[in-house]
Nanobody, 120 residues
Framework: QVELVESGGGLVQTGGSLRLSCAASGRFASLNAMGWYRQAAGKQRVLVAIVASAGNTNYADSVKGRFTISRDNAINTMYLQMNSLKPEDTATYYC??????????????WGQGTQVTVSS
């Protein structure tokens, strides 16, 4: 079993910054692509940013230039640096990982979510 634990959420004013972390633990061979998603109240969960195992990244248009996704494969941890935060960034942020459990089996996992609230 694999566990993803997010941290770093909180309350910040417009224009402020936060850094989210997602640490993977448990038994697995490796981590493939990892990503951050967010879900605002009453809305669907949407992709924010994704990072491949080699480091390639992709971002939602709404966060380009403000958010930076990264990962440290040595410690199985992914990060999301969020700058110039806006009230519309308010949401629960979820970590997702495509986990290579064994050489022949991969499975997707979700973290429990961390709340980010941006006050105007």
């Amino acid at each position: 079993q694999v566990e993803l634990v997010e941290s770093g959420g909180g309350l910040v004013q417009t224009g402020g910054s936060l850094r989210l972390s997602c640490a993977a633990s448990g038994r697995f061979a490796s981590l493939n692509a990892m990503g951050w998603y967010r879900q605002a109240a009453g809305k669907q969960r949407v992709l924010v940013a994704i990072v491949a195992s080699a480091g390639n990244t992709n971002y939602a248009d709404s966060v380009k230039g403000r958010f930076t996704i990264s990962r440290d494969n040595a410690i199985n941890t992914m990060y999301l640096q969020m700058n110039s935060l806006k009230p519309e960034d308010t949401a629960t942020y979820y970590c997702n990982a495509n986990v290579q459990e064994t050489w022949s089996r991969r499975r997707g996992y979700w973290g429990q979510g961390t709340q980010v609230t941006v006050s105007s």
